[in-house]
């Protein structure tokens, strides 16, 4: 049952449980309030790190060594696997340090669908201090023990909205909120890959500004057929070290395999959102998705504390 847990979504998702191994995330899992159900342990030392009062609550089950290292798929073993609740969002109680230091600043993973990539970009999102992060359907399920591993404890710091499609991802979002894109496609290639995406069975799309500038293109769409009247929004490019921030924001971060959705780029153009470019030598391919979010995040977040910090000294020492 453990390793099921572990492996399958779709028994995750049945049974609404989630599997978290080693010290440092079962303690940060106990901190920010998930229900541990089962701990199953190798020696009695490894309870004395953890909160006694949660453990009260749980299961405790003593096994052999040779047992969780047969369930886990790590290298070395720690010793401590526990079986957990599937955290609610909406019920979590997220560090303090981290609440104190959250900006006007979220994140939307768009067919993210490495592991590696998605847990590094969750560890990225919860350093930059995302408000929020929204996960599509086209994404990995952040609750993969890769991803948890990857995130380095990111799922207890910062609430996670997985599995939205894009018709939903609005009402996940604050008021007057501005949606940018990271992409390094030339614009010419839009609506190819928007075609493709759509052909490939996109969850479809945001409601559009119709005052956004649309072009059309016929392109051919997977299996040799021809996707007729896709309409792609144009975006005002921007470097990502130029000013595009305003509070609140919202990036985008597309997958390398599938690219930006329609829904993205739509829903872009409704809030006048822009396409972020990271510029690099030519010759060079597109950048690992994880590391374009944390260079894009990490200057969303510069260029918001540097609003604040114009915004507190004009409020100190208003013009006459």
């Given amino acids: ?69 047969s369930w886990s798929d790590l290298v070395t ?32 993973c768009d067919n993210i669908r490495d592991p590696g990539n998605l847990g590094t ?87 559009g500004n119709p005052k956004a500038p649309v072009k059309s293109k016929p392109t051919a769409a997977p299996g040799g057929k021809e996707a007729v009247g896709v309409c792609v929004p144009e975006l005002a490019m921007r470097y990502y070290h130029e000013n595009w921030t305003q509070a609140p924001v919202a990036v985008v971060i597309g997958g390398e395999t599938h690219g930006l959705s329609p829904g993205a780029l739509h829903l872009a153009a409704s809030t006048g959102g822009k396409r972020l470019v990271i510029p690099v030598v030519p010759g060079v391919d597109s950048l690992n998705s994880a590391i374009a979010a944390g260079i894009v995040l990490f200057e969303g977040k510069r260029q918001l504390l540097q609003r604040q910090k114009q915004e507190d000294e004009r409020q100190k020492f208003p013009v006459v």
């Avoid at 309030?33 to 003593?62: C, D, I, N, Y």
């Avoid at 526990?82 to 997220?94: L, N, V």
């Fill in 1 to 69: 049952k453990v390793v099921t847990i572990a492996k399958s979504k779709k028994f995750r998702d049945r049974h609404g449980k989630v599997l978290l191994e080693g010290h440092r995330l079962i303690k940060d899992a106990l901190g920010a309030g998930a229900v541990l159900q089962t701990l199953f342990f190798s020696t009695v030392g490894h309870l004395k790190e953890l909160p006694e009062a949660e453990l009260k609550r749980a299961s405790l089950v003593k096994v052999k060594f040779e047992d969780i290292k």
């Fill in 77 to 108: 073993p720690q010793g401590l696997l526990g079986i957990f609740s599937k955290p609610d969002h909406a019920k979590m109680s997220y560090p303090a340090a981290q609440l104190t230091s959250s900006l006007p600043l979220l994140l939307i």
């Fill in 121 to 207: 970009i969750l560890r990225s999102a919860a350093g930059a201090g995302c408000e929020k992060v929204l996960l599509t359907k086209g994404c990995v399920d952040p609750w993969e023990p890769k991803v948890l591993r990857a995130g380095m404890g990111a799922h207890f710091r910062l609430p996670i909205v997985a599995n939205l499609d894009w018709e939903s991802v609005p009402s996940n979002l604050p008021a007057g909120i501005q949606v940018c894109v990271a992409d390094n496609k030339d614009p010419d290639t839009w609506a190819e890959t928007a075609s493709v995406s759509w052909g490939a069975g996109g969850a479809g799309s945001a409601p």
